[in-house]
């Protein structure tokens, strides 16, 4: 069993490595205490290919694996969590569900300017009165025989008010029972007529980024534009939430490994009248136990990566990978605000930054009760995967590139 | 055993990099020690002052060629006149400073006289005439020493390295003059202008950084102007407090820096902002003035070779990591440190 | 093979080496970088931009070469994930302990090898041994003019010959005119260099190329003149802090002034 990366995967780490740090970093800090996402990011990511790392180059994307796009999140948290957010909406939640349900036609319309940057795409699942409930949501598609009419509000969505599309899941069936049958899933564009965005402020974390919500009122969607068949939108959603929660995993990986490396740094620094505080073993062993969460962190998404790529069915180890790197990322950040002593607790230091935005990660994507309760029904053999009518793509090196 | 020395002069236009006279200085040490004369080597169009203070600065000897086809700086016909120059005299030793050009000409000589060049040379041992140079390699994490196994050694002296001899202007010496016999149109290049540097150095490329801290706005002897509100007034005594700091950066060709303190008070713009957030810098010399020294502006100068701290406070955290403290007002110690300065690079 | 036109052929000398971040150490008179990656020499990413610019603007090709242990190819690789359209690698265990003078016969013997080049492009210098002298030796020892410290290229002209560059000095900068074919050091103000594209990375993953030896080449093993009889771990002083002295501030500034001149930092 090779664990190493391969040559390809260490380049591709390198270079967001180096975009994120040279490009990003100078000014993040500023950029969240401002607030709101940095008009020139989605643009450069655009630019630089970042937004369809892992769609096929047919589909005007990069042709990269599934391994690459969880290095990619990795290295863009490790400079700021809203960069991975961005990733995970628009390449995950976005077009890989083009990529695992969407017809050809589908693909061809919005897949394409999606992975070529040139649109950008969100998700619209949650609402103000359902998150994890979300077998429960109101929004409602009512069919009127040709198009479907939209009405409803979802709210948290990541680039609410950047995105050109979004993938948003409503309730097209009022009497179905159970009530997750009656959902579908569709493709809209954020410009249609009755469509109101606006932005989330006053948020705890990920202040960098943009977040919002999306009223629809009598919103008119043609029917092909419809994501897998009528009643298919929990399945769809879930598939989704397969893809939206790798790169949150990987991503928080990340975030581990910059409060590991921020509190190294800070604990070799600072010196009291006895020395550095790195020589004490309080210190010490917060550092030793984030070290071993990121190690843990880290081969839990690349094995999930690896699953993907091999086309293997994966709900249970991205579910894994997210629950324990959410986990370990909030807890890290914690201690290495701790670490910092009352500079931790300043916006001298990101490691305050680092704190903020891990929690999020904690609720959305499927809040990590959700995983647990997932987690505990594969344990216990409650939960056996069935095969859903359409599987997201395994990489094949000929064919994507 | 003695030791024929080789210094060559570096100049632009007949003003000569003040490197070259520690090479020339280093030369007349090791000729002290050794035995021999002392020889520094001009070449260009219209040098003959240079010739002269090469005397003032420990030359017994010049080799001159003065020359318009070696007015301007090309490699070629100056590597040319080396090699001559090397062929005729035969030095044990050929020092250069290691400037742009120094280290280009060094180079090429090496490569006709088939020898080896000694690269940024910050000690030299000669021991019995054995030379061993000592050079920062890894971006100074490691030091190596280097021998050189073939004559003429050659080697190029990193900047400040060396001491620079007290310039003597008493003293006179022989010039021989080379024969220069390039053919013009055998020479590949030619220069068709030159063009200013432009002014400003950057916090990032600055080898000498001067820093205001809060203190720049704390000058007890100063009367802001009475139509100003008290914040106005604040900001126009921090002004005051930066010109002297500009006041020094000016002489020594510094870049100005400052602390997050005095940025957020608006004192300077965020682009000076050296620490934590904002830029790390690792200058040569870095000067904290009215800077406390908490740990988030360390993060961002520490490693600095020399810092100097000017602070009012005995007390400041900065003391604990300056190679200077000078205890007192930054506003009455700037203005004679800066003419004091003025005066020594002049000179 | 005449190209047509303005095209340029050039190549690009890269060179790997320890990540800037790597901590060194000495472990028994060896040099050790631990487990930290090889990396393109990061001022070599600049000659490499400036190759694939040049090539883009007036047709032409791209060849990285690199002189380097066997196996060691991550520089290679990057020059290529940028852009250049070919390269080659140069090992031979005979090349341990290479000093400069020996490196550039190497190169200079590769470049001909190569040959029906317009341009030869290097970083301005390495970060581990950082001499900057492969560029003007390799020229030297191929005849050709050398033009170090180059930030912009005003004009190339292969058809003709010619070449104008502005490089810098010290003092302010120079605007070269000069024939082809010639060496090239350029520097960080020409400009930021381009990140690896994914199908550059692609591409360079699978890229195959020579790996020439010294026997390939034609030459013997050039001698070196220098040797390192040793390198050790530069020491960390420890700060000594010394407050200045003085009854009035002039004093206390002229003592400082003194000070910083017996530290060799003025």
Excluded at chain 2, 174 to 184: A, F, N, Q, R
Aim: aromatic share 6%; glycine share 10%; with cysteine.
């Amino acid at each position: 069993m090779d664990f190493g990366l391969s040559e390809e995967h260490q380049m591709v780490q390198r270079m967001v490595r180096d975009f994120a740090a040279k490009e990003v970093f100078p000014t993040i800090q500023e950029q969240d205490r401002v607030g709101g996402m940095a008009p020139f990011i989605i643009p450069r990511m655009a630019e630089l290919g970042i937004l369809g790392i892992t769609i096929p180059v047919k589909f005007g994307g990069q042709g990269m694996d599934y391994i690459s796009l969880g290095l990619v999140c990795e290295e863009l948290e490790f400079i700021d969590t809203s960069l991975r957010v961005a990733i995970s909406v628009h390449n995950g939640l976005t077009c890989l569900t083009l990529l695992q349900w969407g017809t050809e036609e589908q693909k061809e319309r919005y897949l394409v300017p999606l992975a070529k940057g040139e649109k950008i795409g969100c998700g619209a699942f949650t609402e103000p009165g359902a998150g994890s409930d979300f077998a429960h949501i109101r929004s409602s598609g009512k069919n009127d025989g040709q198009d479907y009419i939209l009405n409803g509000e979802k709210m948290w969505i990541s680039l609410a008010t950047i995105a050109d599309f979004a993938v948003v899941t409503v309730r097209t069936d009022q009497k179905s029972d159970p009530a997750y049958q009656g959902l579908s899933t569709f493709m809209v564009d954020l410009n249609s007529p009755g469509i109101t965005r606006g932005d989330i402020h006053g948020k705890l974390g990920v202040r960098a980024g943009s977040t919002g919500w999306i009223n629809f009122q009598n919103v008119r969607v043609p029917s092909k534009n419809l994501i897998g068949e009528e009643g298919e939108g929990f399945k769809v959603t879930m598939s989704a939430f397969d893809s939206g929660r790798y790169t949150v995993a990987a991503g928080a990986t990340g975030l581990i490994r910059a409060s590991l490396q921020a509190s190294t740094s800070y604990a070799e620094e600072r010196t009291i009248s006895s020395g550095k505080i790195s020589d004490f073993q309080l210190i010490q062993v917060k550092i030793a136990r984030m070290a071993l969460d990121y190690q843990a962190a880290r081969l839990l998404y690349l094995n999930a990566g690896w699953l993907k790529n091999e086309g293997i069915r994966n709900t249970r180890e991205t579910s894994s990978a997210k629950w324990y790197a959410t986990e370990a990322s909030f807890r890290a950040a914690s201690e290495a605000v701790q670490i910092h002593g009352a500079y931790g607790f300043s916006d001298e230091y990101p490691v305050e930054r680092f704190m903020r935005n891990a929690k999020g990660a904690m609720i959305y994507e499927g809040s990590n009760e959700i995983q647990s309760l997932i987690q505990a029904d594969y344990a216990l053999d409650k939960r056996r995967d069935k095969k859903i009518r359409r599987e997201l793509p395994p990489y094949d090196h000929q064919t994507w590139t | 055993m003695t030791k024929k020395m080789l210094a060559y002069i570096d100049h632009f236009h007949g003003k000569a990099q003040p490197s070259s006279w520690e090479g020339l200085g280093l030369a007349a040490e090791i000729s002290k020690d050794l035995g021999g004369e002392t020889v520094a080597l001009v070449l260009g169009d219209s040098v003959n002052e240079l010739a002269n203070i090469a005397f003032h600065y420990g030359a017994d000897q010049v080799l001159l060629a003065d020359n318009p086809i070696l007015k301007d700086f090309r490699p070629e016909p100056l590597a040319d006149m080396i090699v001559q120059a090397a062929r005729e005299y035969q030095p044990d030793l050929i020092i250069f400073p290691t400037t742009s050009r120094g280290r280009t000409l060094a180079g090429m000589v090496a490569v006709d006289l088939d020898s080896g060049v000694m690269v940024d040379v910050i000690a030299l041992d000669w021991a019995g005439g054995e030379i061993t140079a000592t050079r920062p390699i890894y971006g100074g994490k490691l030091l190596a020493k280097l021998t050189c196994s073939t004559t003429p050694q050659i080697i190029t002296l990193r900047t400040r390295a060396f001491d620079k001899p007290v310039p003597d202007p008493s003293r006179s010496g022989s010039v021989t003059t080379l024969d220069v016999g390039i053919d013009p149109a055998g020479v590949a290049t030619s220069i068709a202008s030159h063009e200013e540097k432009d002014g400003g150095v950057s916090l990032n490329d600055a080898s000498v950084i001067v820093s205001g801290g809060r203190g720049v706005a704390l000058n007890p002897a100063l009367e802001p102007p009475g139509d100003l509100d008290e914040e106005a007034a604040e900001i126009w005594k921090a002004e005051q407090g930066f010109a002297l700091v500009q006041g020094l950066a000016d002489v020594l060709g510094a870049a100005v820096g400052a602390s997050r303190a005095a940025v957020d008070a608006k004192y300077i713009e965020y682009d000076h902002q050296v620490g934590q957030t904002g830029k790390v810098v690792s200058p040569d010399l870095y000067f904290a003035c009215g800077v406390s020294g908490a740990i988030q502006h360390l993060a961002g100068m520490r490693s600095s070779k020399v810092i100097v701290a000017i602070n009012k406070d005995p007390d400041a955290p900065i003391f604990n990591f300056a190679r200077f403290g000078l205890v007192g007002d930054m506003h009455t110690i700037l203005p004679p440190l800066t003419e004091a300065l003025r005066e020594y690079l002049a000179g | 093979m005449r190209k047509e036109g303005n095209s340029v052929k050039i190549i690009v000398c890269v060179k790997q080496v320890p990540d800037t971040a790597a901590t060194m150490t000495v472990d028994n008179g060896a040099i050790s970088w631990g487990d930290a990656p090889l990396i393109i020499n990061p001022w070599d990413e600049f000659a490499v931009e400036a190759a694939l610019k040049l090539a883009t603007e007036q047709g032409g090709e791209v060849i990285a070469l690199c002189l380097g242990k066997e196996g060691e190819t991550e520089a290679i690789k990057h020059a290529l994930a940028m852009g250049a359209d070919s390269a080659v690698m140069v090992s031979d265990p005979a090349l341990k302990g290479a000093d400069n003078v020996a490196a550039s016969k190497v190169l200079a013997a590769a470049i001909q090898k190569i040959g029906d080049t317009d341009l030869v492009l290097f970083g301005q210098q390495s970060v581990d041994t950082d001499t900057g002298l492969l560029p003007v030796q390799t020229a030297r020892l191929l005849k050709w003019p050398s033009l170090t410290l180059v930030s912009k290229f005003e004009s190339v002209n292969p058809e003709d010959g010619k070449i104008r560059v502005l490089r810098s000095m010290e003092e302010a900068g120079q605007v070269v005119d000069s024939a082809l074919p010639a060496v090239v050091s350029v520097t960080k103000d020409y400009g930021d260099p381009r990140y690896p594209s994914f199908m550059g990375i692609r591409k360079a993953s699978k890229a195959e190329f020579p790996t020439w030896s010294l026997a390939d080449l034609g030459i013997d093993t050039p001698a070196s003149s220098i040797s390192w009889p040793d390198v050790a771990e530069t020491v960390q002083k420890e700060i000594v802090t010394e407050i200045i002295e003085g009854e009035t501030p002039d004093q206390k500034a002229k003592s400082l002034v003194e000070k910083l001149i017996a530290e060799k930092v003025l």
